[in-house]
């Protein structure tokens, strides 16, 4: 009986996700490569042992259950908003209800901290901490706060603490010459690098203006939903058309911030050719939404966010990919 109800309670979670969103193969084959793509970038250029691959491994995992866990709960705490914005998302549609929803959160947030803990101690702090303030977040503040924006001012905090685990799994498990060694009794040192750090805060800078770039498409969308509620986005704080500008200039910096994080870190023109690609294919889009019409601004809105997202999670895929491909022709040539 006990090995029955174990079996429903992992078999059901995915199951019911495999029908959940219209989720592109491509997308979610995407996230495998970003979340590896992060402690890649922190550790180097330079020969893998068992432990670094064990550790990549299991933010892939950590980041993957925390991606799912976080859009569930996000799904549950907006439920009102997608009754007018999303009514085919599983709650409003009736697929499932709120409660069933609740307990498939719980086991992927489950799992985020398991696998977290695994990494090191100091990843499940990164992800309790991260937990704490989106649950208060989506629940409470982005209803509540009436600060302008407030909404989509903390959206990429999901996104950073993605980039701060991958570093930190790194800086907790080897030690950088010359390096800042920050001692922690009873659980692992931190140890990183002026130059490390520094990369960090970019590629931070990167993920926070390129994923509130494509939010803000999106919270033109959910502009009449966001309106009922009061939730605070750019578009209902300014209107959408200077939300529609803000996030141009988003795009804008992003691609600034993601050209300098080339000349700052190991990445090559493998990184560079293709992003700057990219960046313009995706700039080209959102300058159109500036001259949509403003009655069609949130069907089009959804379109630009899309490609927005596609720019974002594609980023990190091309450092992946040029990191990969750094390491294959090093073995190649040592």
Not at 8 to 26: A, C, D, G, M, Q
Not at 41 to 65: E, H, R
Not at 86 to 100: A, D, E, M, V, W
Not at 183 to 202: A, G, R
């Amino acid at each position: 009986m006990l090995r029955k109800n174990l079996r429903s309670s992992i078999i059901y979670p995915l199951n019911f996700l495999s029908k959940w969103r219209s989720l592109p193969p491509f997308e979610m084959f995407s996230y495998i490569l970003m979340y590896a793509s992060i402690p890649m970038l922190a550790y180097g250029i330079q020969p893998y042992n068992n432990n670094i691959i064990v550790i990549i491994l299991l933010t892939i995992l950590a980041m993957y259950s925390g991606y799912f866990a976080a859009l569930i709960w996000n799904d549950i705490t907006d439920a009102e908003i997608d009754k007018i914005a999303h009514p085919n998302r599983p709650i409003p549609s009736g697929r499932i209800s709120s409660k069933k929803f609740f307990h498939i959160a719980l086991f992927f947030s489950f799992l985020t901290f398991i696998f977290s803990f695994m990494v090191s101690f100091w990843c499940f702090i990164v992800v309790i901490i991260s937990a704490f303030f989106v649950a208060i977040h989506n629940k409470y503040l982005k209803k509540i706060v009436k600060f302008p924006a407030y909404s989509e001012i903390f959206t990429p905090l999901q996104w950073i603490i993605v980039v701060v685990f991958g570093y930190v799994a790194i800086w907790t498990t080897i030690s950088y010459q010359h390096s800042i060694i920050f001692q922690m009794p009873l659980f692992e040192n931190v140890s990183t690098s002026v130059v490390e750090f520094q990369n960090m805060i970019i590629l931070i800078l990167f993920t926070y203006f390129a994923d509130n770039a494509h939010d803000l498409p999106e919270g033109i969308h959910d502009f009449s939903g966001d309106m009922k509620i009061g939730v605070k986005t750019y578009a209902t704080s300014f209107g959408k058309k200077n939300a529609a500008k803000i996030s141009f200039a988003m795009f804008i910096i992003s691609g600034i911030l993601g050209i300098i994080l080339y000349f700052k870190t190991i990445l090559s023109e493998i990184f560079l050719i293709p992003f700057i690609i990219l960046w313009i294919y995706t700039l080209y889009y959102s300058f159109n939404l500036l001259k949509t019409k403003e009655i069609e601004m949130e069907e089009y809105g959804a379109i630009i966010g899309r490609k927005g997202f596609n720019y974002f999670i594609l980023s990190f895929d091309l450092i992946f990919m040029d990191i990969f491909i750094q390491i294959l022709i090093m073995n190649i040539y040592s």
